[in-house]
């Protein structure tokens, strides 16, 4: 009986490298995205961007320890093109149209979409890092070498985000309340 060779794709070592990063990443910076911009499609778009990028730039990946922080610093510079190239039409709308459609988002409801709700509150310098830290997982350092700050300026942010958030759904919170007595 014959033997036969086993057959091996011819598989780049790189094409291989940049699977596995896909594999290992995408759903994070899915969740980032959507955290960013609210959208699915939109969301999806940005991490297909993002992984474009970084495959084209992949030979700039030096440690597989720095994949996680140079997606989102990829991410998050290809959400910030976006709005650079977006020209924004603005059109009124009637106000009890506008309640109605925020309404019939099924994201719109639930401890998730509070919580989102509550986020989007946020001021920017205390968003941005809080994102980075629950949904991207990176530490106060890293943080603070994304955005170009000193790891004790992260932290008081962090601090401060995560106050201003409980405050914000504590007040959420009593509303409601309020509203059922």
Known sequence: MKRLAPVFSKVDPRQRQFEALTRAHAGDL???AYWLCGQDALAQDLVQETLLRAWKNLDALREAE???PW???ILRREHARLHERRNFDTTELDDDLAEDAA???PERHGDAAQ???AMHKLPHRYRE???L???GGLSCEEIAAELGQQPGAVMTQLFRARQKLKAILHGERAEVQHGLS
């Open 71 to 73: 997606l989102l610093t």
């Open 66 to 68: 720095a994949a996680k």
């Open 133 to 135: 830290q629950v949904l």
């Open 129 to 131: 890092p809080l994102l």
């Open 30 to 32: 899915y969740r980032f």
């Open 103 to 105: 309404w019939a988002s």
């Open 115 to 117: 919580l989102r709700e």
